[in-house]
């Protein structure tokens, strides 16, 4: 009768150390290289509506209610360039993001290029292709295979037909770390402390089982 507790508490052990590090525009771990600060800013109705936990960001209010507001316009030159540091815990990493902007964005991760570059082309809003600022006007950004640690992505965002201005990105990646799947052939000692406390565990339960 006791025997599912067993592997349940076992399998619990084996993933202690999984986690999802969400990656979005929310304001945390980011920064611009025009204010420093990022701040929420109102977008425009033609723009993608912002997925749960993030929202369109830019360096100063350049949303949809700034007036009057409009930026150069450069198709050489990024009008901002904003940056988004984030933690792997674990050393097996999986996952994405996607990015929207206005009017279009490059992406580089960890200083090298990922996913398709600035669309420079003007459409009816925004970019004409990705990355732009409509609902269907994105590109997936893979984090696949990334190491434990810290890393670095850089939005690159462009202006080129006047208007308001922003980017919009969100995320996550899977995180884990195998150390208790796979002990090394040296355990540290909190891995002995650990192993001997599941012993002890199930030894209770099979003498509980016995009587």
Known sequence: MRKPFVIVFLLASASLRASTIQIASDLVNESNNRTSANVFIVPNPAWAVAPA???WISYADTGNDAGAFSPPDSAVTPWAVFTQDFFLP????TGSVRVWADDTASVTLDGSPMGPPADL?????????????????????????????EHSLTFS???????????????????????????????????????????????????????
């Open 90 to 93: 674990g050393a097996v990493n």
């Open 157 to 211: 965002v462009y202006q080129l037909g006047g208007g308001p201005f922003g980017l919009l990105y969100s995320g996550s990646v899977d995180s884990t770390d195998l150390s208790v799947e796979n002990p090394s052939p040296a355990p540290e000692s909190k891995t002995f402390l650990l192993l001997g406390g599941g012993l002890l565990a199930l030894a209770f339960v099979l003498r509980r089982l016995k009587s």
């Open 53 to 55: 936990g993030a929202g």
């Open 121 to 149: 082309t003007l459409g009816s809003a925004c970019a004409a292709g990705s990355i732009g600022c409509l609902p269907n006007a994105f590109a997936d950004i893979s984090l696949n295979g990334l190491s434990q640690g």
